[in-house]
């Protein structure tokens, strides 16, 4: 099992740049894709990123394409979405989930294990 808490989320104008944590308790961590998704008020949840078991493969919705870069470190049990040029649609609560997968995939419902989230808001 795998229990993921998020932290950096907070408020920030639009262009400039915020960094998500997401912080995994289990021994197993390393055997999951992590992926970040966001939900907006009234809105679906949709996939932002993902980042395969040993991190080296990547995926990342066209929205956030050259703005955002997951990462992780295996040995701290952490993973990382650097968000750049951030802008007014990326505000919604950011949520990290593990996959028990070593692809990193995109659909939701693959997803075995959820964090709280945590919100980013951007202002115009």
């Known amino acids: 099992q795998v229990q993921l808490v998020e932290s950096g989320g907070g408020l920030v104008q639009a262009g400039g740049s915020l960094r998500l944590s997401c912080a995994a308790s289990?021994?197993?961590?390393?055997?999951?894709?992590i992926g970040w998704f966001r939900q907006a008020p009234g809105k679906e949840r949709e996939f932002v990123a993902a980042?395969?078991?040993?991190?080296?493969?990547?995926h990342y919705a066209d929205s956030v394409k050259g703005r955002f870069t997951i990462s992780r470190d295996n040995a701290k049990n952490m993973v990382w979405l650097q968000m750049s040029s951030l802008k007014p649609e990326d505000t919604a609560v950011y949520y990290c989930?593990?996959?028990?997968?070593?692809?990193?995939?995109?659909?939701?419902?693959?997803?075995?294990?959820w964090g709280q989230g945590t919100q980013v808001t951007v202002s115009s």
């Open positions: 989930a593990a996959d028990w997968s070593v692809l990193a995939r995109k659909a939701s419902y693959l997803y075995d294990y």
């Open positions: 980042i395969s078991w040993a991190g080296g493969s990547t």
């Open positions: 289990g021994r197993t961590f390393s055997s999951y894709a």
